[in-house]
């Protein structure tokens, strides 16, 4: 792993907290998880700082130093993840991540380091969940961010041989999970995003059904802590119904038109407070897969208020979370 740092160079405060950036963007791909991710970079400072003075300073390349341990500590996360999840009320799905651009207000967040990329698209951290976590790690290393395998095998304490057989099984995984598909620009997927939530408002089961695949599925992740389906629905038809069934529910809401994990999403808000977040795949402009993340905790990115970005971020009364029981199931 490659650093500008070496014997005699900075090893100061700044060159080490620089490197914060790259750590987070590494963990939350690793971990799916925002949350997880800061806990992990948080250890990794805690064992750099916790070493004597002098073996830090005999540390060739701090960045190097940091990128191995944080590898390490998340794959030591992800192997409890796996037994935490199986636990899990419902399904589980990765933390979405918002573009700060689209929001006025609110604090420093972590997730302001996360560049948004095809490698944090929620359909490819849906299919990352699928991998063990030896996968995972020599995967995202190496595939995305293109460390050696001599190097992820430091990480992750296997050969590079091994490391390069992780990485091929995790390729096979991706494919497996996703059919070859024309790509759907962005530009296209916002339309069909937005036609979509005029749809939803409107309660207009045709329409929907028209945007759905017919073997179209919605996940969503409540995590036991709100209203929320535990399996998915499958059908483009099951779930326009659904859809329009929880309008009539859970009325009183506003969608907003916001971009999930880099790609087009919805928001859905309650009296200014984000309680859902949706992120959508398409393929031949027809919505193929909705996430849907209720779980409260994991929407705490989404906690400022939305800035005046035009008509499509004014919204309308939609359908969506309700707390008004368990029959207004959050709107997915």
Known sequence: MSSPSGPGRDHGVSAVVGERRHLINLAYRLLGSLTEAEDAVQETYARWYAMPRQRREAVESPGAWLTTVAGRVCLDLLGSARVRRERYVGEWLPEPLPDRAEWA???VDPADRI???????MAF?????????AERVAFVLHD?????????AGMVGRTPAACRQLASSARRRLRTAHAPAAAVPAAAQAAVVRQFKEAWEAKDIGALVGLLDPGATMTADGGGLVGAVLRPVGGGGRIARYLVHIADKAPGLTLLERTVNGRPGLVA?????????????????????????????KL???????????????????AGPSAEGPSAAGGL
Request: glycine fraction near 8%.
């Open 115 to 121: 560049t948004l990329d095809e490698s944090v698209d």
């Open 144 to 152: 995305v961010f293109r460390y050696p395998f001599a190097e992820v």
């Open 125 to 133: 951290l849906v299919v990352l969940e699928s991998m063990t976590p």
């Open 300 to 318: 705490r990115p989404w906690s400022p208020g939305p800035s005046a970005v035009g008509p499509s971020a004014a919204g309308l009364p939609a």
């Open 269 to 297: 808000q309650h009296a200014g407070v984000t309680v859902t977040v949706a992120a959508f795949d398409l393929a031949d402009a027809r919505v193929t897969r909705i996430w849907a993340v209720r779980n409260p905790e």
């Open 105 to 107: 207000g609110g604090p």
